[in-house]
């Protein structure tokens, strides 16, 4: 069982920063992969970016490749997530959530624990 916090949302103008948390509990959390997911209203949930238990290998959607980093810290059993050049659409609920079944999980399904969400307001 893993249960996830995020927090280091709020409200930031068009191109600043923000880095998100996600603290886990858990004792075999370093043994699980860890995504970033976001919905904005309206729309479905999609993928963000993964780190893997794996060498800590990391992947990214394309809208957010080069300006977002996914970095894990298994001793303190978190995940960060730093943000850059944010843009009024990335404005949306950021969700934290951990695989234990797909060493390089990207879509919903394959993620068995959730984060309650922290939300995420970039201004124009």
């Known amino acids: 069982q893993v249960q996830l916090v995020e927090s280091g949302g709020g409200l930031v103008q068009a191109g600043g920063s923000l880095r998100l948390s996600c603290a886990a509990s858990?004792?075999?959390?370093?043994?699980?992969?860890v995504g970033w997911f976001r919905q904005a209203p309206g729309k479905e949930r999609e993928f963000v970016a993964r780190?893997?238990?794996?060498?800590?290998?990391?992947y990214y959607a394309d809208s957010v490749k080069g300006r977002f980093t996914i970095s894990r810290d298994n001793a303190q059993s978190t995940v960060y997530l730093q943000m850059h050049s944010l843009k009024p659409e990335d404005t949306a609920v950021y969700y934290c959530?951990?695989?234990?079944?797909?060493?390089?999980?990207?879509?919903?399904?394959?993620?068995?624990?959730w984060g309650q969400g922290t939300q995420v307001t970039v201004s124009s």
């Open positions: 959530a951990a695989s234990g079944r797909g060493a390089f999980a990207t879509q919903v399904g394959e993620y068995d624990y």
């Open positions: 858990g004792r075999t959390f370093s043994r699980h992969t």
């Open positions: 780190i893997s238990w794996i060498l800590s290998n990391t």
